[in-house]
């Protein structure tokens, strides 16, 4: 089975994709998203959802920081990935990240708690 990771890195994120033919993609992101990067962030998880896998999972085990910004940009991948049939969660947030995400509804994203 072929696989691949890429790797994008802004001011204050990287992030790190991993590719696997029929496996979930997932994205790994490191650091902050807020208004500056939001977008960048939005544009990788739109382009991933449009490559069809079965799954793509944000693991943000290392996310320090996300503000509204990248909260809508969640959503609008979530919207996006359920249009295509993909399947579409987050995973390992830290806690206070979970906890932003508790606040502002996107908890319901979170693989694994339910």
């Known amino acids: 089975m ?3 990771t890429a790797e994008c ?3 204050t994120w990287k992030s790190r994709v991993h590719r696997a033919v029929g ?5 790994c992101v ?3 998203v807020d208004a500056a990067n939001a977008k960048l962030l939005g544009a990788l998880l739109l382009a991933t959802i449009r ?3 079965p799954q793509v999972l944000l693991d943000a085990s290392a996310l320090r920081f996300i503000d509204s910004s990248g909260i809508r940009e969640l959503l609008r991948a979530q919207a996006c990935a359920a249009m295509t049939g993909v399947a579409f969660g987050i ?16 908890a319901d994203l979170i ?3 339910h």
Request: hydrophobic share 35%; net charge negative; aromatic share 2%.
């Open 2 to 4: 072929a696989s691949s």
């Open 9 to 11: 890195r802004t001011g």
């Open 23 to 27: 496996a979930p993609r997932v994205i």
């Open 30 to 32: 490191d650091g902050e």
């Open 51 to 53: 490559e069809t896998p």
């Open 91 to 106: 995973v390992s947030p830290q806690p206070a990240v979970r906890r932003v995400f508790e606040l502002t509804d996107v």
């Open 111 to 113: 693989v694994g708690t």
